[in-house]
């Protein structure tokens, strides 16, 4: 099995910047695609980044720009590099790897990121 474990969310100023990180371990060969979502409260969770085998990133309209997705060189652990970040970012941010040839995809826990002044 994989198991994704989350950190680096926290409380943080309007215009400042904070980075999260998804480690992966276990049965992790054939991961592929790397994504990051996001739920506001009251919200649906929503797609926000990936980064594909082949190290293309996408992103929506609301954090391209600002936000940055990556990852090392084993491809074991995902980076969202926030900047520049305003109130209406604060939401739970979950990780996901997508398995292709096993069809699987897997969460993290999700960790809390809070924008206020």
């Known amino acids: 099995q994989v198991q994704l474990v989350e950190s680096g969310g926290g409380l943080v100023h309007p215009g400042g910047s904070l980075t999260l990180s998804c480690v992966a371990s276990g049965d992790i060969a054939t991961l592929n695609e790397m994504r990051w979502y996001r739920q506001r409260p009251g919200r649906e969770r929503l797609f926000i980044a990936a980064l594909t085998i082949k190290d293309r990133p996408t992103y929506v309209s609301q954090v391209r720009g600002r936000f940055t997705i990556s990852s090392n060189r084993a491809r074991d652990t995902s980076y969202l590099q926030m900047n520049n970040l305003v109130p209406e970012d604060t939401a739970v941010y979950y990780c996901?790897?997508?398995?292709?040839?096993?069809?699987?995809?897997?969460w993290g826990q999700g960790t809390q990121v809070t924008v206020s002044s």
């Open positions: 996901n790897f997508r398995d292709a040839l096993r069809a699987v995809d897997y």
